[in-house]
């Protein structure tokens, strides 16, 4: 059980680039959700999924899109990356869809940055 | 505006004594409350939780103390332990939100 996993683990972008971020879990969960977080913050809510077919925006989806693409897998792209989109990305899943008592369980982490 | 606040950036704690770290929010539909631990370079770890209808929960070595009428919570940990030593982050869920506060580093000094 890998649990959730993220790739790549570090990117360097220039300005305008696109890229996306690749998150997988293995334990079956419905919900799928990724966060940003920068320094001195909390993690902030970009988008989730509360099941496999549906998205929603959370706090900060501006500059951002995301597809569900099966159960497993929930992908964040930047199409056009800004300075201001440098920060650490977590993606975290959790067995139940929308606001639920179950913890959520975390990626080890994407670090972003865009020159 | 800050919905879920965490006003100590950094704890300094002596192993084997007590931390207690605090979380305030402002937004009452908020109905479940979460501590994650977080190391460097990983995941945040989900640590305790509590629902609104209970006052406290207790797992092990750390409590969770929900004041309603106050809006405030506060993870105890005892004794500390030099693992103990993260970053800690209370989260508010409720009102279709889920909502991290800043975070607290703690230190557990030897």
């Known amino acids: 059980n890998a649990g959730v996993t993220q790739t790549p683990k570090f990117q360097v972008l220039k300005t305008g680039q696109s890229m996306t971020l690749q998150c997988a879990q293995d334990m079956n969960h419905n919900s799928m959700y990724w966060y940003r977080q920068d320094p001195g913050m909390g993690l902030r809510l970009i988008y989730y999924s509360a099941s496999e077919g549906t998205t929603d925006k959370g706090e900060v989806p501006n500059g951002y899109n995301v597809s569900r693409l099966n159960k497993r897998e929930f992908s964040l792209r930047l199409e056009s990356a800004a300075p201001s989109q440098t920060s650490v990305y977590f993606c975290?899943?959790?067995?139940?869809?929308?606001?639920?008592?179950?913890?959520?369980?975390f990626g080890p982490g994407t670090r972003l940055t865009v020159l | 505006d800050q919905q879920v606040k965490q006003n100590s950036p950094s704890l300094s704690v002596q192993e084997g004594r007590i931390s207690i770290l605090n979380c305030d929010y402002t937004n009452s539909m908020f109905d479940y409350f979460l501590w994650y631990k977080k190391y460097p370079a990983e995941g945040p770890t989900f640590l305790i939780s509590?629902?609104?209808?209970?006052d406290k929960n207790e797992d092990g070595r750390f409590t969770v103390f929900l004041n309603k009428s106050a809006k405030h919570l506060s993870l105890h940990i005892v004794p500390s332990q030099p693992g103990d030593s993260a970053v800690y982050f209370c989260a508010a869920e409720g009102d279709d939100k889920i909502i991290f506060g800043k975070g607290t580093r703690l230190h557990i000094l030897p």
């Open positions: 975290a899943s959790r067995i139940s869809g929308g606001s639920s008592t179950d913890t959520q369980y």
């Open positions: 509590i629902s609104s209808i209970k």
